[in-house]
């Protein structure tokens, strides 16, 4: 009976654990995001691996260039409006591994809806949480209604 006890408690802990790992996977990407959206690049590219892999829509990007790209986008996004839907949803692999996949869309200034899926591989060394691979899919517009 101690053994069964044992193993349920063993059990219990790597739930806890799991679910604090995803927790901060979770916090890291909202982390991540803020800086993006409010400017703060030298976050933003902190929290990417040297040797990151990246892809915006088919095109690859080095570190430098999503730097470059991070500090010269106009701000507020969208015209200062909010996306009509944003989803972000957390996949821990194992302790130490995930990915995120967030799913959103908005107007663009022609008012067409624009959709975007954007994928992340997170890796956690050092305590702390880094972007290993980066891959963003924009899909067909729907025509403005």
């Known amino acids: 009976m101690?053994?069964?006890?044992?193993?349920v408690a063993m059990v219990f802990?790597?739930?806890?654990?799991?679910?604090?790992?995803?927790?901060?996977?979770?916090?890291?990407?909202?982390?991540?995001?803020?800086?993006?959206?409010?400017?703060?690049?030298?976050?933003?590219?902190?929290m990417m691996a040297s040797d990151i892999t990246f892809y915006a829509n088919t095109r690859k990007m080095s570190r430098e260039q999503v730097d470059d790209f991070c500090r010269k986008i106009?701000?507020?996004?969208?015209?200062?409006?909010?996306?009509?839907s944003d989803t972000v949803t957390p996949h821990l692999v194992q302790p130490g591994l995930g990915y995120t996949v967030r799913d959103f869309s908005w107007h663009?200034?022609?008012g067409a809806v624009v959709n975007e899926?954007?994928?992340?591989?997170?890796?956690?060394?050092?305590?702390?949480?880094q972007i290993i691979h980066f891959?963003?899919?924009?899909?067909?517009q729907s025509p403005a209604k």
């Open 2 to 7: 101690r053994g069964c006890s044992l193993l």
């Open 13 to 46: 802990v790597f739930f806890q654990l799991q679910a604090l790992a995803s927790d901060e996977l979770l916090t890291a990407v909202l982390t991540e995001q803020q800086a993006f959206k409010s400017g703060d690049c030298d976050t933003v590219i902190a």
């Open 74 to 84: 106009k701000r507020p996004f969208g015209a200062g409006r909010d996306p009509i």
């Open 108 to 110: 663009d200034a022609d």
């Open 117 to 129: 899926v954007v994928t992340k591989l997170w890796s956690k060394a050092s305590g702390r949480w």
């Open 135 to 140: 891959q963003s899919t924009v899909l067909p």
